[in-house]
């Protein structure tokens, strides 16, 4: 306002005004819709950006996607509304909740028919694209232009797709996706028009295959383990123990890297079983048993996923290069989150699902140049629920009245509403299924979690205070009694207000007949 009250005064000076030099800033520019560039990873937790801090910011640094954090803002209270790839992709397409998309779980294809913000965003003038993995199995809807993994898709040599046309790759995803977004950056879109592009990254999805150029990464390091490594799941209910997803019992000969991935091509596999092998006939030597065994298999998996992470990483960086060196950077949102967030040795699990910490919630970082102070922090409630709102906000398209989030444009530039949400509603579906998670629902606040197992009856409350690693259950505390009541009448108000369904009857397993 006051560049535009100066450029009027300076007008209001005549003749001589007409030789002045235009404004750096004009009004014009000022109103420009600004480039949306949203990047985004499969299965990336929290714990694994060092921006994040905890136990593994100094072994694993991520120095490009902190700088998003420290050229913007950090939301240290990001969460999901139902932890599992496909549905958190579904509602971060269409700002509602799994109910009412139609994708409960991964089985589920999604309606592309349906309203999307990418839809919205090219009525107002946007180019939109999307690069990478998707993973709603229906072909994208609302793009420009989309390349995209099938399913989900491979690490070495990927496959992908442009519409139904199947095209092959060589070399490591990450890297690809990222050159496929580049490459649209600079030669595939209409420059004449602002930009929307989603650059979704498989890695560090499971089974956590890492660039053949850091497969040595780490080897000499020891990774800190998490105070649960050993949770042995007293203090809660049926669904924490009766689990299928631990590092002790579930992770296989695959997984720990024991076989060598069949993707690869012969000049790969003699780099990848060189890395491997040596280290493999070692494990195999030392015949580890109980609690070393479970050790080794946790070493395994953070040194491969983090391998990942590295390379994720270094293409962000490369992105954010390109940015500055373009003139870019100046004019472009850099939004930094994952599908969901994932166990990295936690409780003794990898893996999501649960309504617990490290799966509910998700990293959120951005920059956005002139609007959000560089090193913030936002500690507000905030939800995949509202991504889509806040990208149609950000580019002055509409807010369409059937949307459940909200947009988090004033988040961005410091000035939290009065009305921001208290509390938050979470609903996960997918059981019975791999890693046999019971379907629970429930609603969290910053102090408590309550958690409702509904199959099984079983309910947990969380002091989040006293208790932020979610190790012992207060539902049964009578101090705790108003808490529990208050939160279940929060619970049904939101669930009222998200309009959610009664679930299907639990899917009993086929019987033989
Ligand atoms: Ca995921």
């Known amino acids: ?26 009004a014009d520019n000022a109103k420009k819709q600004p480039n949306i560039l949203f990047i985004f990873s499969d ?4 714990q694994a950006i060092s921006a994040y801090g905890g136990r593994l910011a100094k072994v694993a640094p991520t120095p490009n996607i902190d700088r998003l954090a420290k050229e913007g803002m950090i939301f240290t209270k990001s969460y999901v509304t139902n932890s599992i790839c496909a549905p958190c992709r579904a509602v971060i397409q269409t700002g509602k909740h799994s109910h009412i998309n139609g994708v409960l779980d991964n089985r589920q294809r999604f309606n592309a028919d349906q309203q999307t913000f990418p839809k919205l965003l090219r009525k107002v003038g946007y180019q939109t694209a999307i690069v990478g993995k998707w993973h709603l199995k229906a072909i994208p809807t609302g793009f420009d232009y989309s390349e995209v993994l099938p399913g989900q898709g491979n690490y070495y040599n990927p496959t992908m797709l442009i519409g ?133 298999k946790y070493q395994r998996y953070l040194k491969d996923y983090l391998r990942c992470i ?64 560089p090193g913030s922090t936002s500690a507000d409630l905030v939800q995949n629920l509202d991504y889509a709102q806040t990208f149609l906000d950000i580019a002055g398209a509409p807010d369409p009245s059937d949307m459940q989030g909200a947009s988090l444009k004033p988040l961005l530039a410091g000035k939290t509403p009065a009305s921001w949400r208290k509390s938050l ?41 006293k208790d932020p690693d979610e190790m012992t259950s207060q539902y049964a505390n009578p101090k705790y009694a108003s808490v529990v009541a208050d939160l279940k009448t929060e619970l049904i108000r939101l669930k009222a207000a998200y309009k959610v369904t009664k679930p299907a009857p639990l899917r009993q397993p086929r019987r033989r007949t």
Request: hydrophobic share 35%; no cysteine; charged share 30%.
């Open 310 to 373: 590295r390379s994720v990483d270094e293409n962000v960086g490369r992105v954010l290069k390109y940015l500055d060196e373009s003139g870019l950077a100046k004019n472009t949102i850099v939004i930094y989150s994952s599908d969901q967030g994932f166990y990295l040795g936690e409780h003794g699990w990898f893996d999501k699902r649960f309504m617990y910490k490290e799966s509910f919630r998700t990293p959120l970082l951005a920059r956005w140049p002139g609007v959000t102070k």
């Open 164 to 296: 139904p046309k199947r095209v092959k790759h060589t070399g490591y995803v990450t890297d690809i996706v990222t050159d496929l977004g580049l490459d649209w950056l600079k030669n595939k879109r209409d420059k004449s028009k602002p930009f929307m592009l989603m650059l979704q990254h498989k890695a560090p999805h499971r089974r956590w295959n890492p660039n053949l150029k850091h497969l040595n990464l780490f080897d000499d390091v020891e990774i800190p383990e998490p105070d649960n490594l050993f949770d042995d799941y007293k203090g809660r209910g049926t669904a924490a123990a009766k689990q299928d997803m631990s590092i002790a019992k579930t992770m296989d000969r695959v997984d720990l890297k024991l076989v060598t991935p069949r993707t690869l091509n012969a000049e790969q596999k003699k780099v990848w079983d060189a890395a491997y092998q040596p280290k493999n006939a070692k494990f195999q030597a030392a015949k580890l048993e109980g609690k070393d065994l479970i050790r080794w």
């Open 1 to 26: 306002m006051n560049t535009r009250r100066n450029f009027l005064k300076t007008v209001s000076l005549g003749a001589a005004a007409a030789v002045l030099p235009r404004p750096a800033f004009s």
């Open 425 to 465: 509603y979470y609903h996960y579906y997918e059981f019975p299924a791999v890693h046999s998670v019971r379907r629970h629902e429930g609603v969290a606040t910053k102090t408590h979690k309550l958690i409702h197992y509904y199959d099984l009856d079983e309910w947990e409350l969380f002091d989040l205070v």
């Open 43 to 46: 299965d990336h937790a929290f």
